[in-house]
């Protein structure tokens, strides 16, 4: 999947995981902080976290297919080379959302998990989306200033 509808599949990719990432991430941090959260959106976040990992791969094999159609240029490798790092900031997403389930299981039991673990679940569930979320604002900025930064410069 190269191009959809005449435009390169990357730019259209990119857009969702610009939006997912960040989504995702508030829908996690809510689900670990707010217990009403969980028992209404944890799945939809633990979706969208495993549909994001499955996002990635596609967006950085198009974005692949794209540099090699425009060139060697030191501002796409830049952004090339931040897109590659991309999968290792979202896997953890959905191993976030699983500790979730588990919290949000064993409440349902009548067996919750004592503040101090759901406090480092709370945390790593932050660490995680806070650093998607960063890495995300990090190969976006690198993006559009390879394609913009000359024009906004002028």
Known sequence: MS???????????????????PLTTVLLIACA????????VLWLAAGLAVLVVGLTPLTTEAGEWLQGKLGPAPAIQEHADLGNQMLYFVVPLPVAAALLIVVRLRE?????LGRA???????????????????TYRVGD????AVWGGIADS
């Open 33 to 40: 902080v707010w217990p009403a959260a969980r028992s209404r």
């Open 142 to 145: 690198s993006g559009s200033r």
């Open 108 to 112: 349902q039991r009548g067996r919750p």
């Open 3 to 21: 191009t959809f509808a005449g435009l390169p599949a990357h730019i259209l990719l990119v857009h969702a995981i610009v939006v997912l990432v």
């Open 117 to 135: 673990v759901l406090a480092l679940v709370a945390v790593l569930v932050v660490a995680a989306g806070a650093a998607a979320t960063v890495q």
